[in-house]
Structures are given as structure tokens and as C-alpha cells.
């Protein structure tokens, strides 16, 4: 089979830019609202880090200590277990604590879901848990602490305020915050993170969708088309009316992979030979034979004689029958 000398060269569809795609439709949320949130919502959970220095102060345990001859303060066990557990307390808490200002500030500000959010939600969950609520929780018996060090004899013990000893509880809340805004932000399907659960490209900043219905689109059951183009607009990867299919064939054309009008097909078997699969014609008789008496329900006739029997088990031949003399 010969393939033709020349073929249509082949033309996909038209080169798109690529930065269309960061392009959105409609006016652009204004960069001074974007920076009044983020401030604002950075400076509401700074100061809802007090809140969190409280709770922790107050579930925190205290630790043991003892004043010296010297004037010196020493806790009373060589290996205390109050440091380590006021650590765990303030990385759970500030894990909550993350989790919560971060779910509540995405479902509140549903119109300024972005970059700059990302950035107040960090910052503020940063400040609180790196100095807001450290201060707050050891500022708990702090007063009377120092009294009592300025006061007490030798010899005698104190309850210390808890203090949080490591720098890696403090940035707990901030990594919180940062994994569930991107993860939230991931699981959304609109562009603008403005309404959560709608088709793509829907929110308060564009003047139309650009996947909603159009005229005359409609699903069977007369609502309109969830996938149609708006006001008439055709597909964008449908082809021109004055244009024909890229992957069609030309009028004047056959099919490059069709075998010529004056050569039969290379995969057809020649006039003169048979197929080599085949039944050979002495076997279609009895196949017929066969099968047309059993589509009639007559049994096919047994041998006179029996086929000889295979052996036992046990590799010994089958004693035959004996006939009577």
C-alpha cells in the first residue's frame, strides 16, 4: 500500500498566551482595601493572643521553688517536669488557637480571601503567639512572685508562675495558620476564594461568569446549561463556520491510512487461496452433520466400538470385560 506523496500540514489550534490565564474579569478588589484588612485582621489576632497567655497561664503548672543563703532562687528538683509541661501546654493551645482565628477569619472576610489575608492571618497569629501571649500568661503571679522573693527568709519555698522555655511553641500558631488558609484556599474552585462551593469564576468581582448559560441553552429538564457560554458567545474551541476541521480530510483528498481505489486492501486474502483460518471443506461437512442434529434433538449415533480405556491409577492397563462363549 503506497501513502500519498504529500499530506496536509498539520494545524492544531491557535497559540494562547499564557498570561490570560492570571487575567480575571472585572474590576480588581482595590489594593487599600486589600492593605486595611490585612493590618486590621493581623492587629484583632494579636490581641486575641491575650486571651490565649490567660488560658495558658491558668492550666500551666507552677514550679517549686526555694531560696538560698545567698539570696539565689533554685527550684527544689534537680529535674523538673513543670518546665517541659508548660511547653506542651502553650503547643496545644496555640495549635487550637491558630486553627480557630484562622477558620473563623476565612469564613468572616469572604470577600477578601487572598494573598493579603494570608499574610494578616500569619503576622497576627505570629505576634500573639511570639510575644502577645507569652507576657500575658507569665504576667499571672508575677507581682506576687517578686514580692515574696524580696521578702522570704532562707530556706523557704515559693510556687513560681509557669514560663515558656523554648522558641518552638511560640511559632506554632503561626504555622497553624499557614498550612490551613493554603489548604483552604487549595480546596476552594473559585478564582477569587470569594464564595466557597460556586462554579468557577463566580464572586463580586466579575461582571459575568465566564462559563454561565446563554441564550438558548438549556437542559432537559429547561434549566439553562451549567457549561454553556454567556450572551451567544461561541466555543472557544469550536471551529469558524468558514473553516473546516484541522483534523479533517480534504474534498479532493483520501485518507492517508486508505488503501487505493485500483489496489485491494494488504490485509485481504487473494481470490484464488482460501483463508488460512479456515475449516478445510472435508471437516465443514461433519460439523454441519453435527451440529444440525443437535439443533434438531436427535443425539449423534454412539460408535460400535467403545475407545479403548486409559489406565488406572496406579499405571496397571483396565481389565476388560469378559464376553460369554
Known sequence: MAYPSEQQPFEGPAPTDWRQWFRLQGRPRPLQRSYSVAFGVAAVIAVLGALLGLL???????IP????????????????????AADGWFTLLGLGFGL???????????????????????GGTFVAGRWVAPAVGELLGRDAYLDWTAAAAQGATYLAPPEVQS?????????????VVTLLAGWSNDPDLDHPGAHPGYGPNHDY???GPGPGDQAPGGEPAPYAMPGGHPSP?????????????PGDQSSPY??????????AVPGDQSSPYAVPADQTSSLTQSSGTAGNGVAPERPDTEPAQPPAASGRPREEPRQPS
Request: a negative charge; zero cysteines; glycine letters at 8%.
Open 56 to 62: 495558658w497561664g491558668w492550666l500551666a503548672p507552677t
Open 167 to 179: 522558641l518552638g511553641p511560640k511559632l506554632v500558631p503561626a504555622f497553624i495558620a499557614a498550612i
Open 209 to 211: 461568569p465566564p462559563y
Open 100 to 122: 480557630i482565628v484562622t477558620i473563623g477569619s476565612w469564613l468572616v472576610l469572604r470577600r477578601d480571601r487572598g494573598p493579603f489575608l494570608l499574610l494578616g492571618i500569619v
Open 237 to 249: 474551541y469550536a471551529v469558524p463556520g468558514d473553516q473546516s476541521s484541522p483534523y479533517a480530510v
Open 258 to 267: 486508505a488503501a487505493p481505489g485500483d489496489q485491494p486492501s494488504p490485509y
Open 65 to 84: 521553688v526555694v531560696k538560698l543563703a545567698d539570696g539565689s532562687i533554685v527550684v527544689t528538683d534537680p529535674s523538673p517536669e513543670q518546665y517541659i
